[in-house]
Nanobody
Framework: QVQLVESGGGLVQPGGSLRLSCAAS????????MGWYRQAPGKERELVAD???????NYADFVKGRFTISRDNAKNTVYLQMNSLKPEDTAVYYC?????????????????WGQGTQVTVSS
């Protein structure tokens, strides 16, 4: 029903920046929440940031002031601008979307994950 294409990951030096993109396509009525999660080796997957279709933001404490999430509703795309990157930010970053398949849905019936994109922060 939903396909996600993630891009923007790569290798960057400490203090550098990357911009992740996640474009959604397929059959759906709305994508109410789009967000980014990450999973480092040996750790659980954790929320980085998400954003609603109304523009409300939610950030993990460890990225506040460094990362900015945004979305282009016309393009069904969510972005994560990552500045002042640290080695601790090294992880696989996953796009997640939650929404409605059809307009009459009472609850979110879309909860879909991208394949992940590697972010490595190293000298």
């Amino acid at each position: 029903q939903v396909q996600l294409v993630e891009s923007g990951g790569g290798l960057v030096q400490p203090g550098g920046s990357l911009r992740l993109s996640c474009a959604a396509s397929g059959s759906f009525f709305s994508l109410n929440v789009m967000g980014w999660y990450r999973q480092a080796p040996g750790k659980e997957r954790e929320l980085v940031a998400d954003i609603t279709d109304g523009g409300s933001h939610n950030y993990a404490d460890f990225v506040k002031g460094r990362f900015t999430i945004s979305r282009d509703n016309a393009k069904n795309t969510v972005y994560l601008q990552m500045n002042s990157l640290k080695p601790e930010d090294t992880a696989v970053y996953y796009c997640n979307v939650r929404g409605l398949r059809v307009a009459i849905s009472m609850n979110y019936d879309i909860d879909h994950w991208g394949q992940g994109t590697q972010v490595t922060v190293s000298s």
